[in-house]
């Protein structure tokens, strides 16, 4: 994922928002002036609120990638669309099996490189004979998109699409009318012949066509194309999600939705999405808008977005997986997790026990939330009917929350275990239908007769999880030390990881 163009789909209360008719979408942003205080500078950004069909994105926390085209055959990262469709020609493609690798790593849907650069279809696109339908496969009947779309839809997972609009082999690519509308003639196929689509995934590579001129992408016409077709699913690197900006998988330890941008019109609409922090007061003083912008953090379980044979022996480690697992769904941000299907057009036996050993150990792990049912006491409540107390985030329901009143940025909630419990991940989750706040956080246990600090934190969001050294103890107490205009908080949860080998050998 490389250059980089979005924009923002939004919903605001109270605020004044900028509402631009001729995006694709209801598109809210809120504009920040430069006579805002710094109060009302961070009222604007608690106030920036995910989109629903944000919200259920976020939701999923861990996402399939699959990364199949002509490249499997000739061993490449980037094809040059020189190749011949002949060579793509996988002996024993199985989509379930995808599927199941998938679900056993408990992951909730999966995107499909459709096409990648190399502008190879996985699908019979009637614009081009660049396709499955030139290929040896299946005597040129196959669809692979159709194959998987089958399987995902008999075992409840989610189906999303990469289209690449880079394209290497078209010949209108960098005639830019011609190629956009090629483009948008693709996605109307993918977006109507395969059911639901959850995600599509737009890169930003660019590169020069055959004439030597550089392909200017419609993007505005590309994302309306997808909100009239698909309007519930999500565009990465458009609208909704944006790249986290690294492809090691891991998100920002400061990790924050509401971002700051200078324009909204997506053509000058430029976040780096590599900058240290794109949330902080500091971030947002410099801005023109404040709008809702969840990063999506994409990683390949191999060195290759690929299959390489040569790289059998280079898929990551458990404890690498697990690594990015907490440092990515664990930082407020959604985990695509690569996993590409060999020459045979199976998932490598050494990446599917991978990843089972990897759900294994997340759904062990995740099994017993020892926090849950507690006594829970916070320092400050919303309202006095009790709709938003302490009790609420432990009362596992991840519609319910507690709430400070309006105003009030810093907190305590104490929880009485009833008896000793050991420990060694923490879990907090923001209500963030109602916005992202949190901005520092601190965990205490009470420890020989005193409240010891275990660990601490700066944003939260969706979901922040904590691994520490175990701790054993009755008594745990959140510290909520800075927060901007009110605090939520819909989960918290205590769970005890074993050792892998325990999980494993159960
Ligand atoms: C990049 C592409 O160039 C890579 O090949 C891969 O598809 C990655 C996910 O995005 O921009």
Known sequence: MRHFLGQITFVLLLLPVCSCNSAPSAWRAIPVSPEDTNEQLLLKAANALPHPRQLQWQQRELIGFIHFTVNTFTNKEWGDGTENPSIF???????????????????????????????????????????????????????VVAELARACRDEGLELGLYLSPWDRHES????????????????????????????????????????????????????????????????????????????AGYARETEWSPIGVNALDVLEYKI?????????????????????????????????????PAEDDKVKSLEKLLDIYYSSVGRNSLLL????????????????????DFGKVIRSTFAVNLAKGTEAWASEQRGSLGFHSAVKIVDGKDDTYWATPNGITTATIEFNLKQAKTFNVIMLQEYIAKGQHIEQFSIEAWLGGQWRNITEGTTVGYKRLLRIEPVTTQKVR??????????????FGLFYQKPIQEILSQ
């Open 337 to 356: 997790l690569n996993i590409p299907p060999d020459r045979r057009g199976l998932i490598h036996e050494t990446d599917a026990h991978r990843l089972r």
């Open 89 to 143: 020609n996988p002996s024993e493609l199985d989509c379930r099996q995808w599927v199941k690798v998938c679900k056993e790593a408990g992951m909730k849907m999966i995107i499909l490189t459709a096409k990648h650069h190399d502008g190879f279809c996985l699908w019979p696109s009637k614009y081009t004979d660049h396709t499955v339908a030139g290929s040896s496969w299946q005597g040129g009947k196959g669809d």
């Open 272 to 308: 780096n999405p590599q900058a240290k922090n794109l949330g902080s007061f500091e971030a947002i003083r410099k801005a023109n808008y404040i709008v809702w912008y969840p990063a999506e953090t994409d990683v390949s379980v191999r060195p290759g977005w690929f299959y390489h």
């Open 172 to 247: 209108t690519y960098g005639n830019s009318p011609k190629y956009n509308q090629y483009y948008i003639n693709q996605l109307e196929e993918l977006l109507t012949q395969y059911g639901p689509v959850a995600e599509v995934w737009m890169d930003g590579a660019c590169g020069e066509g055959p004439n030597g001129k550089r392909q200017e992408y419609d993007w505005p016409s590309y994302f309306a194309t997808v909100r009239r077709l698909q309007p519930d699913a999500v565009i990465f690197n458009g609208p909704d999600v944006r790249w986290v900006g690294n492809e």
């Open 478 to 491: 959140l510290r909520i030390d800075k927060s901007r205009l009110v605090i939520t908080l819909s989960n």
